[in-house]
Every structure is written in C-alpha cells, then in structure tokens.
C-alpha cells in the first residue's frame, strides 16, 4: 500500500472513529434531556406507520416541514359542510439553475377530506396538475413551473430551456407530479401520504412565499436548500403520481423534460386621479399615461395639452435620480398586424421623449422604447382567448419608466383628462358573522332584483324587500308563503375577517358565504356573460367570468385606488379563482388580496368591490394597516 493510500485509509479510520463517538454522546445528551434527534431518512425508521399529526395524516417517516397551512372550503362531496387538508412544503431544492419543490397533502383524521385537486387551476382542472408559483418578494419576481412540449414532458430528457412566449405557457402543464385526489365526504386513514412535486427555474434569493393553487394565501418564507435533494423514504408510506406510469417518482435531474420556463414581475399598481397610473416592480417605477391623451388614434404626431406634457417633465426633473436612465416606452392594444403596433409605438416613444427632453431640466437622458402588443399593462384576453374590450384603453399607453431619487412614488402627478371613476353604493351591513369584523351584502347573480353588471343597475342599497327587511329572510311571521318570490332575491355575505400590515403591503382576508336556508348552490356563478357576477368579470376563470375572484378589488385611500399586486399581466396575488368554483354555500368561502399601500397614506381605507358596492374598513383593521 502505498503512503498517500496508507494515510487515506486512516484519515476514513479516525473520522468514522470520531463520528460513532459523536453519535453515541449525542445520544446519551438526548437521553439525558428526554429529547431524540430526527431519525435521518437513509436510515430505516424504528416505525414507520401512518400516525396523526395535528389532527391530520401522516406518514412518519417523512421530514419536518419548513411550511404548513390548513386548507378549508366548502365542499359539495361534503353536503356544502367545510372540507379540509394540510399542505405542507417538505423539500425546496436548488442546484443553481433549477429547484424542485415537494409538497405532502394530508387529509384530516376528522371530518370531510378535501381533495389535492384544489391545488390545480380552475380553467386546466381536468387535467390534474398543481399550479403553483414561486413568489419572491425581495427581487418582485415570481416564478411559474417550467414546462415541456405542447404541455407534456419525457421525465429522462435533459432539460433544453428557453424564455416562453405567452402562447408556449398554460396553466394546465408543468415539470411535475400529478394532484388528482378529490374532496370526499368523511375522512379516513390513506395507505399512504400523496406527494407532489414541482420544478422550477432557480430563484435567486434564498427564501420564497410559495404560492399552491388559485384561491389560498401563499406559504410565506420558505427557506431554499442547495444540493440538498429530498429522499423519497422506501417504505411505500407516501409517494409520486406520475405523469409518465413508467416513473415511480421524479428523476434525480432537475428540470427533466423542460422546454420552457418564465418569470414575471411582481407589481403594484396604483389607480390616480386624471387618469395616470403608477406600477412598482422593485425599485423601478413606472408611469402610464393613456396615449389618447397624447396622440390621436393610430398617429404619432403628438398632440397633448401643454399642463400634461409639462407635469410629466416635472415628475422626471422631481423623482429621477441625476446621471439614471429614464425610458420612454410606447405600448399598443392587441392588433392583428403586430409589426404594424411595434412601428407604431416605437415613433410614439421616440416623438414623447424628444418633446420631454426638451422640457427636463436635469441632465436626464432619455431612452425610447416600442414595445407594441407584447408588454401588456392587464391581459389582452381572458384563459379563453376572449378579448377583454375595457382593457384595450388601459393597454394603449406610453409609460415613463425610472428609479426614483428617493426610492419613493412621484408626489404629484398631471391630470390626463379622464373622468372620475363611478360612485358606487354604500353595500349594506348585517349583522357580523363569527370571527368577522364586519360583514355586508351583495346580490346573487342572476336573481331578480339589482345584480351587479346586470341592466338592473347597480344600487345595492334598495335590494332588499320593501318590508326594510335583510335579503334573503322573510320579515312576514304572519305570511305562510315562503316561496322566493315572496321572500325576494337571495344574498351574498361579504365577511370581512382581517387586514393586516408588513412594510408597506397590507393583506386584507375575506370570505363570501351564501345568506338564507340553502346549504349550498352549485351553480350560482355559472352562465354569466362577460360582464361578470358580484365580483366583476373573472379573467382568470375561464369559461364562467362570474366565479368570484378578488382581482377587481381595490383598496381606496387618499383619493388613489391600489389594486392588488399584479403577477406581470398573468395574475395577481390575490384569490384569482374562488376554491368553490361556480358553488355558493352558507359556509364561508377564503378569499385574499395584497396590495402596496404607501406609508403616507391618508383617509379611511374603502374596499371597491368593481361595478357592485364599497365599504369602508372597521376602525380596528384601520388601526393596523394605516400609518401615523
């Protein structure tokens, strides 16, 4: 043997030496303490079994979790009663150029199980794979899975990625495992804890929000490891549903399969009075002006009123950092000819920043940038394909683009001529449902009487009976008819639960219930036109715009509307799509929205609930998001 082996094998002789006395002292401490260490999952577990954990199932020989949330929704397997289940991230890997998250869903040891499938898009349902996304709110970006081929992958081929374009992604497909189990009416021990994996492009930073499903708050910090995979243990206790029936869990390369891959903003946006609006994408800010308030339809030439043109300058002299890039962008609604809409907003960039450059008083200089079609402030269309007509003003605009001096808003923005946005009613009040801090009402789509969006108006105030009587009770003891004519329109109950603060993002928790006798109506939300139900049209929700989502909310204060923070033109973080779908139930159903809200704010926070009816916060939620 020679002497750099000799000198090996003892190095191994002394460090295994070393180890097995660490263990047994360690050993001896734990006993001493009446602690045991976590038994590691190479090495067979004393007993592996199926064993209760907080009210849940679950295999033991699986890891700790870094996240954990229980999720709760009304459930039609369930009669309508509460269904639920605990997700849990037990494994978020990077190898520096894609990270694998592993998920385990846990059904209850009680009560109605719900089922893995909530995790999948409403629009892609049958196809039973999670949508999941990745939200890093340190570098505002959130990663959506990669993707393969035409919505399908081979789990053995290397990964081949490039940036998608709009139509290579879907909510339907990913490089993961399947999330097929349904909402069952009374739980029971499962042979095994069901499984699911996600692959992902690597995030930069080293902790994500991960944000399961449509309707949920995201799993917030979870810590990312390096070269650290998951170890699927081998006692068959929990396990993978494949895609490929070739595969009894994912191959140990990261991203196999995968073709496509993207990335979006994570943005705020505020709504101003005048029509300009403000977007936020870490430090950069952006300003969108109308191009209907600069150019005339198809032109170039510019064609603005001095005050617009002289404030927009001002914004750039006040808020631009001195020796910083400003850019000039142009931006179009969809058109056929896409060639035509990039000439087109490329002049319009180049005409804005020549005339601006002329304004600036600072040594700014300025860039100009055409973007045409491909960089829309809110979707084109809806999952359908359909083309969303209100969106096309919004999309037709010119946007300043900088990093801000003081790393805050423009104080002071210019009118652009637009008109003030509609008054909407007072919703009514009724009396506060457990745990909420407020609740109010809003009518059913589709029943008689006022339904917002509908020709009947939108004055929430007079949809209750002559009588004065709440919506959805019959006032009349006396009256032995109880049939829905007698008893008028049905109601919709808007539980305010909580809001709370975090830096400058303010979360704001609802919940919509069904008001009256009914347990549950399956069909509530179904067979709306584009107009949308009490929630205002859902793009997200594909075919039935009329499934509640909170993408229409806006939180009103100091005379601006903020919207919820915007996934790029993709989504927001927010409940996209309601977990109940197009049901109503008189238990409540989760609903969230985040918003940017500035530390200087000032008035009484006001919900605005699109085309339906406002409320204003109660003063103890006001107290907790609102700054001194």
């Not at 080293?206 to 243990?233: C, K, N, Q, Y």
């Not at 009613?425 to 457990?434: K, Q, V």
């Not at 108006?457 to 959805?472: F, K, L, P, Q, T």
Request: aromatic share 4%.
């Amino acid at each position: 043997m020679s002497i750099l082996r000799f000198r090996g094998a003892l190095a191994a002789l002394l460090a295994t030496a070393f180890l097995l006395s660490a263990c047994g002292a360690a050993d001896e401490e734990n006993q001493a303490e009446g602690t045991r260490e976590p038994v590691p999952l190479t090495a067979p577990p004393a007993d592996p079994r199926m064993q209760e954990t907080q009210g849940f199932w679950r295999a033991s020989t699986l890891p700790e979790p870094l996240a954990a949330a229980e999720f709760s929704l009304p459930s039609e397997a369930a009669g309508g009663e509460s269904a639920s289940a605990r997700l849990e991230v037990l494994s978020l890997d990077s190898d520096g150029e894609f990270a694998r998250l592993v998920l385990a869903w846990l059904p209850p040891v009680a009560g109605p199980a719900l089922g893995a499938q909530t995790l999948t898009a409403q629009s892609a349902r049958a196809g039973g794979v999670p949508w999941v996304r990745l939200v890093d709110t340190r570098t505002a970006q959130v990663l959506e899975p990669l993707q393969g081929e035409s919505g399908s992958f081979d789990h053995e081929a290397p990964p081949q990625v490039r940036d998608a374009a709009p139509a290579d992604m879907t909510r339907g497909a990913c490089i993961c495992s399947y999330a097929l189990g349904e909402d069952s009416s009374r739980s029971g021990k499962p042979e095994r804890t069901e499984l699911i994996f996600v692959d992902f492009p690597a995030p930069e930073g080293g902790r994500v929000d991960v944000f399961a499903g449509e309707w949920h708050e995201p799993l917030s910090d979870v810590p990312i490891s390096t070269d650290e995979p998951f170890m699927l243990p081998d006692d068959g206790l929990a396990g993978f549903r494949m895609l490929s029936a070739a595969a009894r869990q994912p191959s140990p390369v990261y991203g196999s399969g995968a073709r496509y891959a993207r990335t979006e903003p994570l943005r705020s946006r505020t709504d101003h009075p005048g029509g300009l609006i403000v977007t936020g994408h870490g430090r950069v800010r952006e300003v969108h002006i109308p191009a209907g308030a600069l150019f005339g339809q198809d032109s170039y030439e510019l064609d603005a009123d001095d005050d617009l043109l002289g404030g927009l300058a001002g914004i750039l002299d006040a808020q631009a950092a001195g020796g910083t890039t400003a850019v000039v962008e142009g931006h179009t609604a969809q058109r056929n000819d896409q060639d035509r809409a990039l000439d087109l907003s490329e002049r319009r960039a180049r005409a804005l920043a020549r005339e601006l450059e002329s304004r600036v008083d600072s040594d700014l200089p300025l860039e100009a940038e055409g973007h045409g079609v491909q960089a829309p402030l809110v979707p084109h269309a809806d999952l359908g394909g359909a083309p969303v007509e209100e969106h096309r003003d919004l999309n037709e605009r010119m946007t300043l683009r900088y990093v801000p001096a003081d790393g805050d808003d423009a104080a002071e923005l210019p009118h652009a001529g637009a008109p003030a946005p509609p008054e909407l009613p007072e919703a009514e009040e009724t009396e506060t449902a457990e745990g909420a801090a407020l609740s109010v009402l809003l009518p059913v789509p589709g029943e008689p009487g006022a339904a917002p969006g509908d020709e009947a108006g939108e004055d929430v105030g007079e949809s209750a009976d002559e009588s004065g009587g709440e919506r959805g009770h019959d006032d009349h003891d006396d009256d032995d008819e109880s049939d829905d004519a007698e008893d008028g329109p049905r109601s919709l109950r808007l539980d305010v639960q909580d809001a709370e603060r975090e830096g400058d993002i303010v979360t704001v928790r609802l919940a919509f219930a069904l008001t009256g006798e009914d347990e549950t109506d399956p069909e509530a939300f179904s067979g709306q036109d584009q107009r949308g139900g009490s929630f205002g049209p859902n793009l997200y929700a594909a075919p039935s715009p009329a499934v509640p989502g909170a993408a229409n909310l806006a939180l009103t204060a100091g005379g601006q509307q903020h919207r919820p923070l915007a996934i790029g033109a993709a989504g927001c973080l927010c409940t996209e799509v309601a977990g109940t779908g197009t049901a109503l139930s008189t238990q409540p159903s989760p609903m969230f929205a985040r918003f940017r809200l500035p530390e200087r704010t000032e008035g009484p926070p006001v919900i605005r609930i699109a085309g339906t009816a406002q409320f204003t916060l109660p003063e103890e939620l006001t107290e907790r998001i609102m700054e001194d």
